[in-house]
């Protein structure tokens, strides 16, 4: 099970980490991702990390100022967000794929899914 968390309501230009908690089985060795979806829009890729840490992927829209990173002997990834922008407004969600994976940048490649958590960005 995963467990998403550290969403809230922020102004633009602030900073935000979410974190992403695995509990019940380990997801060490998984591929991991973040997600997000706004309301009326399709569920995309923010960012990607691949079992070993050795590869990571982002979206164009939030290079430069997003960073994923995991803590496999936590058994939890994080988000770091700066700058934040309004159309960053969403739900996110964080994801894990198939043992040994790399990255993985659609939704279908996805298995284990958390809860969600809000981030929204005013103006």
């Known amino acids: 099970q995963l467990q998403a968390s550290g969403g809230g309501l922020v102004q633009a230009g602030d900073s935000l980490r979410l974190s992403c908690a695995g509990s019940?089985?380990?997801?060490?060795?998984?591929?991991m991702a973040w997600f997000r979806q706004a309301p009326g829009k399709e569920r995309e890729l923010v960012a990607g990390?691949?079992?070993?840490?050795?590869?990571?992927d982002y979206a164009d829209s939030v290079k430069g100022r997003f960073t994923i990173s995991r803590d496999n002997a936590k058994n939890t990834m994080y988000l770091q967000m700066n700058s934040l922008k309004p159309e960053d407004t969403a739900v996110y969600y964080c994801?894990?794929?198939?043992?040994?994976?790399?990255?993985?940048?659609?939704?279908?490649?996805?298995?284990?899914w958390g809860q969600g958590t809000q981030v929204t960005v005013s103006s």
């Open positions: 994801a894990a794929s198939r043992v040994g994976a790399g990255v993985i940048t659609t939704v279908g490649g996805y298995s284990h």
């Open positions: 019940g089985r380990t997801f060490s060795r998984n591929g």
């Open positions: 990390i691949s079992w070993n840490d050795r590869g990571t």
